[in-house]
C-alpha cells in the first residue's frame, strides 16, 4: 500500500535486512548480559512474542564472552551493542555475534577500527551506526539537531566505506518524535544503506507507544524502515507486541489477532469493553492472522464489520455471531463469548 | 513545526475550529444519554482529564430532551450524535445543543433538512458530516473505498451548500489506518471546510491507541485535522488522555507532564521501570507543562535528557538529580522519588 524506499541488502545471520525483505522486529534485553540464565530466559520470552533480532549491552569483556553461551540456547540472531571500547568488538565477534552496533567515530583508533571492519567483512558480519540526538558529538553542535544527527551519521558512514566496508544499517533516535522523524526523511535522501528505526527514551508504556507510533508509523507510511525497534521503560515483551501491532495497522505484516471492536455508545447494549477484553485475553499469543470484530449494536455491527473474518454484534438481550458480514447464528449474551472462543478455535 | 492546512473556521460555542485555532479534543459518552445523571458525571471525568468537546448519542426524543438538563451542569460544548431520524436533530437543537454530527444524505426529506438547516443557521449550529467506511450509501459500492468515502462526503456537503450552509466539518473514518488516511488526504485537496480526524473501531486500549497514533499523527504531520477524537473500547477517559499524547508527542499542544524515560537495558543501575511509573502516578491529573526524565545510567543520562526541566539518573548505588542537563545534586537510590516529586512541586 506504500511504496518502501529501496535499499541495499544485508543478512543478520538469516533475517535480511532491506527493501526486499519484509520490516523485521527487534527489541534489547534489560537482563546483565553477563548472567546468561536471566538474559537466555528474556530473550526466549521475546522470541515467544514474535522478536526476531535481539540486542544485548556489551559493558565489558564478560560480557563479550557470555554471547557464546547465550548464542547456543537462543533461535535468533544476536547484536553487541558496544560503546566506545574496541576490544569488546573484538571480542564479541571473537563470541560469534551476528552483528554490532557500534559508531566507528567514537573509537579514536584508525587501527582498531581497521581490524574491527576487516574481522567483520571476513564472517560477514554487519555493523549498525546507531546515532543519539542525545550524545551527538561536539564537532556537529553548532548545526541545527536534525542536521547534526545526519552529519554525524555521514561521518561515520565514511569511515566504513573507507575500509570498503558497506554491510552497514543506521539509526537516527530522538525522544523528540518530529526531529527523529526529519533526520530520518533527511538521510534517507543521501544513502541507500537499510534504516533501524525507532525512538529513543520514548517513555513508558501508554506514552512511548504512543510516540513510537505516530514516529514509527509515519516513517514506514512514507516507505522508510526496514528493521523496528519501540523503546519503552517496559517489559521488552512489550516492545514486541506493539512493534507488531504498528505493523499490522499498516497492514505490512499480519501477526494473531486484528481487534475491531467499537468504541461503545449510548447506543449500545452489551458491554463491549469487558467482552473485548476478555477475548482479547483468550486470543492472546495466538500467532494465526484473523481479524475479529466485538460490535455494540446489531444494526450497524455486522455491516461495519463485514471484512472481519468472525464477529459478534449485541442486541437487546441477545447477540449475533457473524463471519464475513453474514448473520450466522443467534446466542443468548451469557453463551457468547464462549462461543465466539469455540468458533475462532476452530478456524485455526 | 508542520504547516497547518488552511481551512474555514467555525465555532462550537465558544470552542473555534479550524487552522487558525488549536487542535481541540473530543470525545462521547457511552452512557445512556437518557441517564442525566450517569451521562453529566462521565462528562465531568472527561472535563477534568481536559476534554473540550462531548458528544452523545441521542437515539430517542427522551435523549434529545436531556440535553438541557446535561448543558445545565457541564462546561463544554455537547455535539448531538444522530442518524437517520429528523426529529431528533430538531428537538436536540431545541434543547440547546452546540452542533450537531448528522449526515444529511441519510435524510430523505428534502423539508426536513432544510428545517434543520435553517434552524442550525439561526443559532449558528454546526454540522459535522460523518462518513464511516462501513456504513457507506449502496450508490458509492462500486468506487474503491476511499473514493467512495470522499463522494459521499461531497454528496453531503453539497446537501448542506445547497441551502446556503457552511458551518461545516468533516470526518472520513475508517477501522483501516491506509485507507482513513487516504481518505482524508483526498478530501484535503478537495474542500477547506475543516476536518474531524479519527479512526473508528480502533480496537482494545494498546491496539486502538497504536492505530489512533499512527493515523492521526501521519495527518497531523502532514497538517490536516483540527479536532480530533481518538476510538478507543475502553472508558473514554483514555480516549482524551491518548489525544493529548498524540498533540504532545507532535509538540502542537502542551498538557501536563513529558516523560522521557530509557528504555533500561544490561548498562542499567537502578530500577528505571518502577521507578518511571512511580513517578508517572504521583504526576497523574498535573496540567502544568514540564518535561520529566528518568534515565538508566549517570554516562548519558543528564547528557542526553539536557533537555528535560527535571531528572534523574541512576548510578552505582546513588543517582543524581539534574536539571536542563546539570547536576544538581547527588542522593542515595531510597531518596530519590520523594525528592524528585518535592523538587516538580515546587516548580509547579
Do not use: W
Not at 193 to 205: D, K, Q, R, S, V
Request: net charge neutral; with cysteine.
Amino acid at each position: 500500500m506504500f511504496e518502501r524506499r529501496k535499499t541495499k541488502q544485508l543478512y543478520i545471520a538469516n533475517v535480511g535486512i532491506g527493501s526486499s525483505f519484509p520490516i523485521s522486529v527487534q527489541s534489547m534485553t534489560n537482563t546483565d548480559t553477563r548472567n546468561v540464565k536471566a538474559t537466555v530466559e528474556q530473550i526466549k520470552q521475546l522470541e515467544e512474542a514474535g522478536c526476531e533480532l535481539i540486542r544485548v549491552a556489551v559493558v565489558d569483556k564478560q560480557a563479550a564472552q557470555a554471547i557464546k553461551a547465550i548464542k547456543q540456547e537462543i533461535s535468533i540472531p544476536i547484536i553487541a551493542d558496544i560503546h566506545f571500547n574496541p576490544e569488546l568488538a573484538i571480542e564479541s565477534i571473537n563470541s560469534g555475534v551476528d552483528a554490532l552496533r557500534l559508531n566507528p567515530g567514537n573509537i579514536n583508533n584508525q587501527e582498531a577500527i581497521q581490524q574491527i571492519v576487516t574481522l567483520s567483512k571476513q564472517k560477514q558480519i554487519p555493523i549498525r551506526i546507531g546515532i543519539n540526538s542525545g550524545s551527538l558529538e561536539k564537532e556537529f553542535s553548532h548545526l541545527p539537531i536534525v542536521e547534526g544527527m545526519v552529519s554525524s551519521a555521514l561521518k561515520h558512514i565514511k569511515l566504513l566505506e573507507d575500509f570498503d566496508f558497506n554491510l552497514i544499517k543506521i539509526s537516527l533516535k530522538s525522544s523528540s518524535v518530529p526531529i527523529t522523524i526529519k533526520a530520518y526523511e533527511l538521510l534517507a535522501k543521501t544513502v541507500d544503506y537499510p534504516f533501524h528505526i525507532g525512538l529513543t527514551e520514548a517513555g513508558t508504556l501508554k506514552a512511548g507507544s504512543v510516540k513510537s507510533s505516530i514516529g514509527i508509523g509515519h516513517l514506514l507510511i512514507k516507505g522508510i524502515g526496514d528493521t523496528i525497534r519501540v523503546s519503552l521503560t517496559e517489559n521488552p515483551v512489550e516492545e514486541v507486541l506493539i512493534a507488531y501491532e504498528i505493523l499490522k495497522a499498516l497492514e505490512l505484516r499480519q501477526h494473531g489477532i486484528n481487534f475491531i471492536s467499537c468504541p461503545t455508545c449510548g447506543r449500545c447494549q452489551i458491554d463491549v469493553i469487558s467482552l473485548a477484553k476478555a477475548v482479547e485475553e483468550k486470543l492472546k499469543g495466538i500467532k494465526t492472522p484473523l481479524t475479529v470484530a466485538i460490535m455494540g449494536c446489531v444494526v450497524n455491527g455486522p455491516g461495519e464489520a463485514k471484512h472481519a473474518d468472525i464477529g459478534i454484534a449485541g442486541g437487546d438481550d441477545k447477540c449475533v455471531l457473524f463471519k464475513k458480514g453474514q448473520i450466522i447464528k443467534t446466542v443468548e449474551q451469557k453463551e457468547v463469548l464462549d462461543l465466539l472462543i469455540k468458533e475462532i478455535s476452530s478456524i485455526i
